[in-house]
């Protein structure tokens, strides 16, 4: 018997298995789809999860970042990371090196779903496995946390990620967030000569048609874009707890408020390796705290920022403020980038 089953092969999911076989225990993955998997998301990581990744031997390729700029057309504000730097890297890319990692560390990566999940007694079982524990990075829709009765009914106008990708050099080191009267479109450099351009929206309508918002950022870009556009959403997703017996949620599973501050892989391996100290320690029931102080600052921060963006009036101040008060978006961005 395993001492920790992970269902999910994601980034958070991968993450968690070489955690768990740096920690001693025996572990294997559950992931039914084939590698590399993309996702709509921006392609950031913070100074952070590079540190963590580099900890973990996951090298990441990728285009440097350097800092955060707002713009709203009239306004701009910039910070830069004192930290260390970020890294803009496809997800493909960024899976692909956390699946060598995995390989090379022996680890079973199972092609077949968790389905229906039953515990008893001393053991869980998924996907015909048995082990002591299950770490379900089951994604944002998580069906293991449905599953468990832990998903909590979100009564906010629901929120997307729409991303594309266009070839051209990146004209700075800089995530460029442009923001809109009621969307805000990122621009992150994943390579020398690629960028992608990710819109967080309520509206329902088509990435090109959403893209209009922000005709300074449409004229700089290429005409037709070289990858297709991929959607995620709703993004606010809540859980009513991440222990259920000896099932632990991790990664976007455990909850996720949005992808407006960009820390959602620094939370998931932060995450990760709370939940394997947790299990190596015998006191899973340690991992609700453990989760939420490793989240407490991107909770806080995310919802403070969608708060003031919920209302018309607030939402014209961001860039403005920032722009007023560069020590404070200083500081709350170097918070971010930890």
Avoid at 196 to 208: C, D, I, N, Q, Y
Wanted: aromatic share 6%; charged share 20%.
């Amino acid at each position: 018997m395993l001492d920790l089953l992970i269902a999910g092969g994601g980034p958070v999911g991968l993450a968690t298995a070489l955690y768990a076989d740096r920690a001693g225990l025996s572990v294997a993955v559950l992931e039914p789809r084939p590698g590399p998997i993309d996702k709509a998301c921006g392609e950031g990581l913070m100074p952070g999860a590079v540190q963590a990744l580099s900890q973990l031997g996951v090298p990441v390729g990728g285009h440097r970042l350097t800092g955060i700029r707002y713009t709203d057309g009239r306004h701009t504000a910039e910070a830069l990371c004192r930290g260390g730097e970020g890294r803009g890297v496809r997800r493909t890319e960024l899976h692909a090196a956390l699946t060598t990692a995995v390989e090379a560390a022996k680890i079973p990566v199972l092609t077949r779903a968790a389905g229906y999940v039953e515990q008893r007694g001393d053991r869980v079982c998924a996907g015909g496995v048995e082990a002591r524990y299950l770490a379900a990075a089951d994604g944002l829709h998580s069906p293991i946390r449905r599953q468990l009765g832990l998903s909590v009914p979100v009564d906010t106008r629901p929120r997307y990620g729409l991303r594309q990708h266009y070839r051209l050099a990146p004209w700075t080191d800089l995530v460029e967030v442009h923001w809109g009267p009621d969307l805000e479109a990122y621009v992150t450099p994943v390579d020398a000569d690629l960028i992608g351009v990710a819109l967080l929206t309520s509206r329902r309508e088509p990435f090109a048609v959403q893209l209009r918002a922000f005709p300074a950022l449409l004229k700089r870009l290429p005409a037709n874009a070289v990858t297709a556009t991929r959607g995620a959403g709703p993004l606010r997703q809540r859980s009513r707890a991440r222990v259920a017996g000896r099932v632990l949620l991790v990664g976007d599973a455990a909850g996720y408020v949005d992808a407006l501050t960009g820390e959602g892989i620094s939370v998931g391996l932060a995450s990760a390796r709370a939940l394997v100290e947790c299990v190596a320690a015998e006191r899973p029931g340690d991992y609700e705290r453990r989760w939420l102080a490793a989240s407490r600052r991107y909770r806080w921060i995310t919802e403070s920022l969608l708060e003031v963006r919920s209302h018309r009036a607030g939402a014209r101040l961001i860039v403005p403020a920032a722009q007023r008060l560069p020590r404070v978006f200083g500081a709350a961005v170097n918070q971010l980038a930890k």
